[in-house]
């Protein structure tokens, strides 16, 4: 009898650890055999279920003490995949999240073989199959970066021209918080659009949005706040090209020409650079005082 109990509890485990018997055709026409997809299975129980949950639902044993919450997988979106607002990631958008992590949360970087870690980006595609099942369905497009007209000996005027886009051109204050005085955006205002600037009352205050996500996200202060898929400048460009699927954030491609998001991209790195230096973070906040 307690032969025939411990075979049939190992037909149990193998059964567990080999859910898949046949491939998927993600988006893409991407064919995905089983085995890959089992590997995927084995690799999420080991390295992501504690915080993402079984189901895929972001709701693991240690999701409660986790701020922001771990992404939904069933919700098939995503945050910071390199494609325009809405639009399917491709495989690498996947593979850098999960080999970089995402900073200042709970997504820690994870040193996993290419063969694991394409496995498990297969296997999350499974909680969404209404969102990723099928060869019609279509991968996000890429956009291809412009040449910077910058480069790091025009920075500071880069950082200036930044700072006008921000705060008049772009608008990014509807969101964000403002980081220059009120003469100064009039100024810019009355350059770029002939009148002064109207100012809301929050406006040097960060303001809550809406999201996909079932809770309210909170637009980063630049000067505080680390930024979760940010290891670079070409990485805060691409944000400002593509946008934040879910949060709000759109991408700003044919919104604001490609100078101006260049000018963008120096301008909010160099807001970043102020979070490593509280003294000069203090004398730059100072400005501000009794706006």
Known sequence: MRILLLSA????????????????TF???????????NLGYTTYQEYC???HGKEGNGQGPSYMAAYPQPRNFKQGLYKFANVPYGELPHDEDFYRIIKKGLNGNAM???????NRLDAVTQYIKTFAPETWEGGDKVLGTKVEATPDPYGPENKAKAIADGAKVYHVVAQCTTCHRAYETKAQVNTWSKEVTGKEMAFEDNYYELKLQESEYGYKVVPPDFTYHPLRSIHGTSDIYQRMVYGVTGSGMPGWKDVVTDDELWALTYYVESLMGLRSDLKARTEFMRRLENQ
């Open 9 to 24: 509890l190992l037909v149990l485990v193998a059964c567990e650890k080999t859910p898949f018997k046949e491939s998927k």
């Open 27 to 37: 988006a893409g026409n991407k064919v995905v055999d089983a085995a890959t997809l």
């Open 49 to 51: 279920v504690q915080c």
């Open 108 to 114: 820690l970087p994870w040193d996993i073989d290419q």
